[in-house]
Nanobody, 125 residues
Framework: VQLQASGGGSVQPGGSLRLSCAASRFTLDSYAIGWFRQAPGREREGLSCISTSKGVTKYANSAKGRFTISRDNAKSTVDLQMNNLKPEDTAVYYC???????????????????WGKGTLVTVSS
């Protein structure tokens, strides 16, 4: 199982970015896919989880209203659309995969099995 996050970059406050998580050697729909971030000096934070086969999406409070997770069938990715970005959103963003049932409860925030390399998001004026 391999995951790769992409789409990070530098953006001004109020701007938007769309991150993508691509998978190799497995089918995204067979797993719960989560997006996480880790800012310097802070613990890793779960942002959102999607399980397309279960029809479930979850958002952490910090992501509600500004971030949207979705499955892009054309690209075979799980994307995280981030709007109205703030300086405190600056972090390395990761995608992860785990048991397809994880998104149903709250354990997705700590029980993912596979992690990809992150992509850096910098929000600064």
């Amino acid at each position: 199982v391999q995951l790769q996050a992409s789409g990070g970059g530098s953006v001004q406050p109020g701007g938007s970015l769309r991150l993508s998580c691509a998978a190799s050697r497995f089918t995204l729909d067979s797993y719960a896919i989560g997006w996480f971030r880790q800012a310097p000096g802070r613990e890793r934070e779960g942002l959102s989880c999607i399980s397309t086969s279960k029809g479930v999406t979850k958002y952490a409070n910090s992501a509600k209203g500004r971030f949207t997770i979705s499955r892009d069938n054309a690209k075979s990715t799980v994307d995280l659309q981030m709007n109205n970005l703030k300086p405190e959103d600056t972090a390395v963003y990761y995608c992860a995969a785990g048991d397809v049932r994880l998104c149903v409860g709250s354990s997705w925030t700590y029980a993912m099995d596979y992690w990809g390399k992150g992509t850096l998001v910098t929000v600064s004026s």
